[in-house]
């Protein structure tokens, strides 16, 4: 078994780890908010995480009362300076696998000195670089990935991500659900692995369009990072509707169109779809519908969650799963990816 494999495919347990820590970290993480002032709440990161910030920014946005924004780490570090006065007293949320990347360490240090920001960070690192400068440090070296593509990390720290925006917010529907999710992804997996190995490992595809909105948009970004690190292929990312003012002119029949459908809408998707497969995609959609309504070559239902959110830990295996399979199929090896470092120092 490759690492990386064991990584994806048992990350449900790394989940429920996680939960039971966040769960007996409560008090102090509601501690500190309730002392720390804070007139806004920032995420930043790199890669993926960034990508992860994205969706964090909206599902607290989503909840209300507080202002809310998200940047890349190394925008913040070129750019400081236009943003002081934004990021003035401001909470910044800190999502880092290694604890060592040079723009987040670079960016989180001006903004601590010279805009009075406090820190909360999350890392696998135990005594990380990020951690000593941050007001709260979250360490969770369970969830550490060996290989340099974030699979497992990417999955765990975004259910933290939306845990500390449930202890923010008060929503404790969104903690139940979290918990709920953490669960429930043994059985997503069993599930659909056999069929995600399948769309993978076809040979019939060496391109891919990942769509998704709202607050699964960072998440399929993130994803469709993990994509192309692990299979070293052309990737993109639009939102649904906006493909067409995108990359649709990138579509043809060497694409696999991966959908996050919007159980909001049939109509508007519909259409979208089928002009996706008269250009010749194979389509995949991951919805939270039973039946295969829009005629994908495989359609993954995603459990049922109130908060819209959570969905996003079954997308990003689904996501995580096809970029495995699709490195074994090209002969690459998943563990290495495409050769990248697993951070970035400057």
């Not at 409560?26 to 709440?41: H, N, P, R, Y």
């Not at 519909?270 to 295969?292: F, P, W, Y």
């Amino acid at each position: 078994m490759y690492k990386v494999e064991a990584e994806i495919f048992t990350q449900h347990m790394s989940l429920r780890q996680t939960c039971a820590y966040l769960q007996g970290e409560e008090v102090a993480v509601k501690d500190f908010f309730g002392v720390s002032g804070f007139f806004s709440v920032t995420f930043t990161g790199c890669g993926a995480m960034y990508a992860l910030c994205k969706s964090a920014e909206l599902s607290l946005k989503i909840r209300g009362g507080l202002t809310t924004m998200s940047y890349a780490a190394g925008d913040l570090l070129l750019n400081a300076e236009y943003y002081r006065d934004m990021l003035n007293g401001t909470l910044m949320f800190v999502p880092s696998r290694s604890g060592l990347t040079s723009e987040v360490l670079n960016a989180v240090q001006w903004f601590r000195s010279e805009s009075g920001a406090q820190t909360v960070s999350v890392c696998p690192q135990k005594g990380s670089k990020l951690s000593a400068v941050s007001d709260l440090a979250l360490e969770m070296p369970w969830i550490m990935d060996e290989t340099p593509t974030m699979t497992r990390c990417a999955t765990n720290t975004y259910l933290t991500n939306l845990y500390l925006i449930g202890l923010l917010s008060g929503d404790m529907l969104l903690l139940d659900e979290l918990r709920n999710a953490a669960n429930d992804q043994e059985g997503f997996i069993a599930k659909y692995a056999a069929e995600l190995e399948g769309i993978g490992q076809s040979g019939t595809w060496d391109k891919i369009l990942v769509v998704a909105d709202g607050e699964l948009a960072g998440v399929a970004q993130a994803g469709m990072i993990t994509i192309g690190r692990m299979c070293g292929i052309p990737c993109f990312y639009s939102n649904i509707l906006d493909i067409r003012h995108t990359f649709m002119g990138q579509v043809d029949n060497r694409t696999l169109a991966i959908v996050v459908v919007s159980p909001l809408d049939d109509a508007y998707q519909s259409v979208l779809l089928h002009e996706l497969h008269k250009r010749g995609a194979q389509i995949m959609t991951i919805s939270s519908k039973r039946d295969n309504l829009f005629g994908a070559e495989l359609n993954v239902t995603l459990p049922e969650y109130q908060n819209y959110g959570i969905r996003g830990i079954p997308l990003l295996f689904s996501l995580q799963a096809i970029a495995f399979n699709k490195a074994v199929s090209d002969g690459k090896n998943p563990d290495t990816g495409d050769g990248s470092s697993p951070w970035v120092r400057l």
